[in-house]
């Protein structure tokens, strides 16, 4: 079975950068879902300092994401890149269950 995420080169170097100044107490970084935003979704990332029960765990190129139960349907087949900018640095998901993304890029939407 192919892992729910998949993360480019870049974001898994940037999770390393991100997880060398992090708590001692981080494990990894989550990735969850929230409602929000103007298309109705928006992705969420943070720092896990535990493992729930039951989060899904990506180890990929030499870091841990730890997916969320309740986002894993959102997520399927998605890769997780990251893109740095003159201005701007963010991590980016190419999510193929995407319906609808909102002009800002900040929200999504999947039927």
Same mark, same amino acid.
């Given at each position: 079975?192919? $892992?729910?995420? =998949?993360? %480019?080169?870049?974001?898994?170097? @940037?999770?390393?950068? !991100?997880? %060398?100044?992090?708590?001692?107490?981080?494990?990894?970084? @989550?990735?969850?879902? =929230?409602?929000?935003?103007?298309?109705?979704?928006?992705?969420?990332? #943070?720092?896990? =300092?535990?493992?729930?029960?039951?989060?899904?765990? !990506?180890?990929?190129?030499?870091?841990?994401?730890? !997916?969320?139960?309740?986002?894993?349907?959102?997520?399927?087949?998605?890769?997780?890149?990251? =893109?740095?900018?003159?201005?701007? %640095?963010?991590?980016?998901?190419?999510? $193929?269950?995407?319906? #609808? @993304?909102?002009?800002?890029? #900040?929200?999504?939407?999947?039927?």
């Amino acid at each position: 079975m192919s $892992p729910v995420i =998949k993360l %480019s080169e870049n974001a898994a170097n @940037r999770i390393k950068e !991100i997880m %060398s100044s992090a708590e001692k107490d981080a494990l990894g970084v @989550r990735v969850s879902v =929230k409602s929000g935003g103007c298309a109705g979704m928006s992705y969420v990332m #943070e720092y896990s =300092k535990e493992l729930n029960p039951n989060d899904e765990v !990506i180890e990929d190129k030499g870091v841990k994401v730890f !997916i969320d139960s309740a986002a894993v349907m959102y997520l399927l087949g998605t890769e997780m890149d990251y =893109k740095k900018e003159d201005f701007t %640095s963010t991590f980016v998901f190419n999510n $193929p269950n995407e319906t #609808e @993304r909102c002009g800002c890029g #900040e929200s999504f939407k999947v039927e």
